[in-house]
């Protein structure tokens, strides 16, 4: 079907991107939109910008790039340019290009719903509750149920929106953890805090123990493996919980040994894109899914970094954006070589940078520390 008729304005507005990748139209291509150059969300209300997520800033520029893999390689195009001339562009390549810009669009303007009954109007921190003995910053801190509790009061009273308990370390290298024994590390503290009337996430893989931790009143699964498990997807669906969908290349004991991508960012996106569709296929809407780059799971240190420039990118999927990079290796790999507990200051500052892209949920360690950056954060940012 030929492309429909532009009108003066698409035609002239097309000018600067007349001849930017020619072979968009051509089978295979996957075209990417990702904001740049953020201004506040006034900008929309003036007609100026259209917004980003609903949350505090609008955009009117963003790079557009193109994408195909072949035989003899893959090949990548990206440009700058105003919203107007790259849909003006989309049409002058095909139907298809110009319908995929348009879906992307509206996936990256759209408001988000409330995630596990947390309001998107603010930028949420869920506190880390490692019920484990080796996770990779503070295993064995909170291995008992008592001292579990303890520090999820703390985290709670120090801002905490969420709480994101969880019974298996998934550190670079790790084994796995039998369900029953991840079941029997992170029930009682659900329960606890359930009773509480706290958000509370389980942190697990395993579709035994995200239908038990649901029935002991978890409300959101936050998932490593993006329910790779097979019974996974069916007791979230069943449920109706909100979940998080994290990217890992490969497994925990192996991911880090040699990790390739044709393109960090894209690749990530592009194995997210599937996962959300096989979510909302399996009655799963958007408003119930967050999605996670997966920060140092199959990562190099540039891979991380790159992800971390394309956070924005990632609101294209139409789902809040959740980012756990607290206390990551790379910050030390980045800095002097500090371990896991001396990485505030880098964890606070890529947080940061991805408040400042939209992201809608920092998981973190710290959250007394991560509460007053982003209040300060907040004021220089109003809504």
Request: proline share 7%; charged share 20%.
């Amino acid at each position: 079907m030929p492309p429909a008729p532009k009108t003066p304005a698409q035609k002239s507005a097309a000018g600067s991107l007349a001849s930017f990748c020619p072979w968009a139209a051509e089978e295979g291509v996957r075209v990417y939109l990702r904001p740049v150059g953020l201004m506040p969300v006034a900008a929309w209300a003036k007609g100026a910008a259209v917004p980003l997520a609903g949350g505090r800033f609008s955009f009117a520029t963003a790079e557009l790039i193109v994408r195909q893999g072949s035989r003899q390689g893959e090949r990548i195009e990206r440009a700058f340019a105003p919203l107007s001339e790259i849909l003006a562009w989309g049409w002058e390549r095909s139907r298809a290009v110009a319908e995929t810009l348009d879906r992307r669009l509206g996936a990256l303007t759209r408001a988000r719903a409330p995630f596990g009954g947390v309001d998107p109007g603010r930028p949420a921190i869920m506190g880390i509750v490692n019920v484990t003995p080796d996770s990779f910053s503070d295993g064995g801190d909170f291995l008992d149920p008592g001292a579990a509790i303890a520090h999820g009061e703390a985290l709670l009273a120090a801002g905490a929106d969420i709480l994101d308990i969880g019974g298996e370390s998934t550190r670079p290298g790790s084994a796995p953890v039998a369900p029953e024994e991840e079941e029997a590390r992170v029930l009682p503290v659900i329960r606890h805090f359930a009773a509480k009337g706290a958000v509370v996430s389980v942190d697990t893989r395993h579709a035994r123990v995200m239908a038990s931790s649901i029935g002991a009143g978890a409300r959101i699964v936050n998932d490593i493996a993006g329910l790779s498990d097979p019974l996974a997807l069916p007791v979230v669906a069943k449920s109706g919980t909100p979940v998080v969908l994290m990217h890992m290349l490969g497994e925990p004991g192996t991911m880090q040994r040699d990790p390739h991508y044709a393109d960090a960012a894209l690749d990530v996106f592009d194995w997210l894109e599937e996962r959300v569709a096989l979510c909302a296929a399996a009655g799963v809407p958007l408003e119930r899914i967050a999605v996670d780059p997966g920060i140092g799971f199959g990562k190099t240190v540039e891979h991380n970094l790159a992800i971390l420039r394309h956070t924005a990118l990632y609101h294209a999927l139409g789902c809040a954006v959740l980012i756990g990079l607290s206390r990551k290796a790379f910050i030390g790999r980045l800095s002097r070589g500090e371990p896991p507990k001396e990485r505030l200051a880098g964890s606070l500052a890529a947080g940061l940078e991805t408040l400042n892209q939209g992201a809608q949920i920092l998981r973190v360690h710290d959250v007394a520390e991560t509460a007053q950056a982003r209040a300060l954060w907040e004021a220089l940012h109003p809504l």
